[in-house]
């Protein structure tokens, strides 16, 4: 079995190669740039060059491949783009196809997360469908300064919930379904149990940090103002714009239990995330 991650030094794909790293098991790191990524990866992780856009780069990366994580790169919103390489998938011999996608796709057929799976469906490979809530990671990277320091988080979210799901909890599925059977053509909605307002998530951080951590409710035009002001790229500031809208508007708060019933225990809280990380917030 020979498993090739893409996204590998991102936020999901390093934590998938992390724990396959810690299992013992194999693992190959699709990267596009081999000596940059190189430092970001688990010492026994081999690393090859692939582009999802560059064919020559295929061929190498894919040999002997049997087992595929797939995340659709942010850049890549025309599916239509990567069919490409689901052909040299499915011509390098590979036997089931990992994707990452979001909560959302199972019931909108036009993201273009739903629009990855339907192709992937189509190669004739077996499948898993990963489709995850709101990470919580995201508070150590989107909303990590205005948390540390203005004690603060400014989202255009109202009263709306929002499921979470911590990204080990995650990586650690995608892990079963590299790894072993009774995964084959499976979608998974994977939340925790909670769906917090943005106010009870800043009051979990208040009472972890210690300190009043603030929720400030923009509107959505001046959310996208303030984050262009920062420097946010105008893609992105748009897209979370829009994600923070779906929560205000009450489509966002939806949890199963998909997520406890594969790891076999609870997954982790807002506050087991909070306390991990406090650190990152003082």
Do not use: C, K
């Not at 599916?79 to 998938?89: K, S, Y």
């Not at 650690?172 to 084959?184: I, S």
């Not at 959310?223 to 105008?234: D, K, N, S, V």
């Amino acid at each position: 079995m020979t498993l090739l991650v893409t996204g590998a030094t991102g936020t999901v794909g390093s934590e998938v190669l992390r724990q396959l790293d810690a299992a013992g098991v194999p693992a190959r790191a699709a990267v596009r740039d081999v000596e940059r990524a190189r430092p970001e990866l688990p010492a026994g992780v081999s690393a090859v060059r692939l582009d999802l856009e560059d064919p020559p780069s295929w061929p190498a990366a894919l040999e002997g491949v049997t087992r595929l994580f797939l995340l659709r790169p942010p850049a890549i919103a025309r599916t239509a783009r990567l069919q490409g390489f689901l052909d040299a998938v499915v011509a390098a011999g590979a036997a089931h196809v990992v994707v990452l996608s979001v909560q959302a796709a199972g019931r909108n057929p036009v993201l273009p997360h739903r629009q990855l799976e339907r192709r992937v469906e189509a190669t004739g490979l077996t499948w898993t469908h990963l489709r995850p809530g709101y990470f919580l990671s995201n508070l150590l990277t989107v909303h990590r300064d205005e948390i540390r320091e203005r004690s603060e988080i400014s989202v255009p979210a109202g009263g709306g919930r929002t499921a979470v799901i911590d990204v080990p909890d995650l990586a650690a599925v995608a892990v079963q379904a590299l790894t072993g059977p009774g995964h084959e053509n499976r979608a998974y909605e994977l939340t925790g149990p909670e769906a917090p307002t943005w106010a009870e998530l800043t009051a979990t951080l208040s009472a972890v940090l210690g300190r009043p951590v603030v929720y400030r409710r923009p509107g959505a035009g001046r959310f996208l103002r303030e984050q262009r002001r920062r420097g946010t790229p105008a893609g992105l500031a748009v897209l979370m714009t829009g994600l923070y809208t779906v929560t205000r508007l009450g489509l966002a708060g939806r949890t199963t239990d998909d997520l406890q019933r594969l790891l076999g225990r609870p997954p982790a809280s807002v506050a087991d995330f909070a306390r991990r990380h406090a650190a990152a917030w003082q």
